[in-house]
């Protein structure tokens, strides 16, 4: 199993930054791809941005130029700085894991992101 834990949420100004965290544990050897999904309320669950192990990042249209995914492979971390954020932003955050390419993935509780003035 895989256990995984989110931080860095919260409520924010339009304009303005956040970072999110999330580091797994459990029986790992490696993780192939690392990333981020939100869902707000009444809207359908969509891809913000994964990261591959090898570096390759994937971000959703809406986030491009504002959102940037990194990870540290030693720490088994995953972060997502999110800049000039928007009340659109608006959503809770799950991070994402999948140890390997066909394998079923593990989602995080979710962190909730606050957009307003």
């Known amino acids: 199993q895989v256990q995984l834990v989110e931080s860095g949420g919260g409520r924010v100004q339009p304009g303005g930054s956040l970072r999110l965290s999330c580091s797994a544990s459990g029986r790992i050897l490696s993780i192939w791809r690392m990333g981020w999904y939100r869902q707000a309320p009444g809207k359908q669950r969509e891809l913000v941005a994964t990261?591959?192990?090898?570096?390759?990042?994937n971000l959703g249209d809406s986030v491009k130029g504002r959102f940037i995914v990194s990870r540290d492979n030693a720490k088994n971390t995953v972060y997502l700085q999110m800049n000039s954020l928007k009340p659109d932003d608006t959503a809770v955050y799950y991070c994402?894991?999948?140890?390997?390419?066909?394998?079923?993935?593990?989602w995080g509780q979710g962190t909730q992101v606050t957009v307003s003035s």
């Open positions: 994402n894991v999948i140890l390997s390419p066909g394998l079923s993935d593990y």
């Open positions: 990261v591959t192990e090898s570096g390759r990042t």
